[in-house]
């Protein structure tokens, strides 16, 4: 009997061996052309996918970043637009106040109760934009610039009361005292235009072009466009019309305004017309006629009118009629007459200009308003 069990025993011999795959021949291609190329790996093929994800997302992130700043920026140009808009609202409105307080003043049979009456509403106008200007927000960078808009137009308000009050509350005949008195008063208005332009406009300005923006204006605003306007030498003159006025009387003192000369300039020469013999007028488009009108007086002259006439033969053949809105004492102006529609029969016929300045009130000298020239026409040579 054997010792070993048949399950011990290993006939490896006995095993057959797998059959192995049976190898794929490759066919050639017919025709010997170029292979295509093999397709990429899985893995390459995501990657690229990524790097054409994270660009395309970075360009969006950029142009989105541009187009915010873009927006930013029109929204601070708009703001800045609309504030300064606001101002100069206030700014003209202001401005125009100053003009009526200037013409007021050179206004022909001034009554001194007028004069406080508008002085008294103009005050009121300025207080009015004063409260305009506190109920506008301006942008962060031009809160503390905006004050001095608000103080201009306090000063302006208060000048201008100051100015009524002054005149309603005198008694003194002295026109000297009751001038400097005027004239301290105005002071604050001509201060309105300083805080205006130095402490207002011009850091205005450079605060918006640090800040970058472009094509936004910071408003002016000038309440006294000539000096003398609020000096004691024209509110001496201005009381002294005023009190003959206020009374109900005449004007008093010297009044009067003369013609100093005149002359022709067109063609490219200028003429000197004298009243003795015939001045040659050179005739061209851009022939002028200047009269030099100087007041004579010793008070200040306002709507003097200066009537220019053109004659041949004893028959008018046109006239241009200029007003000179003011002069002070001894001062000279010239008033210039264009555009003459002088017709063919003027030419080579003895003609003459005439200039008549005509009298101003009280005015009692009237024979150096007016001068006659003969002169002949004559078309200009190119």
């Not at 950029?62 to 100069?88: L, N, P």
């Not at 962060?140 to 208060?158: C, K, M, S, T, W």
């Not at 201005?238 to 002359?263: D, E, I, M, N």
């Not at 000179?324 to 004492?329: S, V």
Request: aromatic share 6%; charged share 15%.
């Amino acid at each position: 009997m054997s010792t070993y069990d048949d399950d011990d025993l290993e006939f490896d011999f006995f095993e057959e061996p797998e059959p192995e795959e049976p190898r794929r021949r490759r066919v050639p291609r017919r025709g010997g052309g170029p292979r295509r190329p093999a397709p990429p790996p899985t893995g390459a093929v995501a990657l690229a996918r990524l790097v054409g994800l994270v660009a395309i997302g970075i360009a969006v992130v950029v142009a989105f970043v541009f187009w915010v700043g873009a927006c930013q920026g029109k929204s601070k140009q708009d703001e800045y637009s609309s504030y300064m808009s606001s101002v100069g609202s206030i700014a003209s409105s202001s401005a125009r106040v100053g003009q009526e307080f200037a013409a007021k003043l050179g206004e022909p049979g001034l009554k001194l109760a007028d004069l406080e009456t508008s002085l008294e509403q103009w005050s009121q106008q300025e207080q009015q934009a004063y409260d305009q200007a506190e109920l506008i927000r301006p942008p962060g960078p031009l809160r503390a610039l905006h004050v001095q808009v608000l103080d201009a137009l306090q000063l302006r308000a208060l000048g201008l009361a100051g100015i009524a009050s002054t005149l309603a509350q005198t008694n003194v005949k002295d026109s000297t005292t009751e001038a400097n008195a005027l004239a301290n008063q105005a002071q604050l208005l001509t201060a309105s235009d300083i805080v205006w332009v130095n402490l207002y406009k011009a850091p205005a300005t450079q605060t918006l072009k640090a800040l970058g923006i472009t094509g936004v204006v910071v408003p002016a605003s000038q309440f006294v466009t000539n000096p003398d306007i609020v000096s004691s030498r024209s509110f001496s003159i201005v009381y002294q019309r005023l009190r003959p006025a206020s009374t109900g009387g005449t004007a008093s003192g010297v009044h009067g305004s003369s013609l100093v000369g005149t002359k022709a300039v067109g063609g490219g020469k200028t003429v000197q017309l004298t009243t003795g013999s015939p001045s040659t007028i050179y005739v061209a488009a851009n022939l002028k006629v200047e009269a030099t009108v100087s007041d004579s007086g010793g008070f200040q002259e306002v709507n003097i009118p200066v009537v220019l006439t053109v004659s041949l033969g004893g028959k008018t053949l046109l006239t241009q009629k200029k007003t000179i809105n003011g002069l002070q004492p001894g001062e000279q102006t010239t008033v210039a007459f264009s555009n003459l529609p002088l017709t063919p029969n003027a030419f080579g016929h003895a003609a003459s200009i005439t200039i008549v300045v005509k009298p101003v009130p009280g005015e009692q000298k009237l024979d150096n308003n007016t001068a006659t020239y003969p002169v002949l026409f004559q078309l200009s040579q190119p």
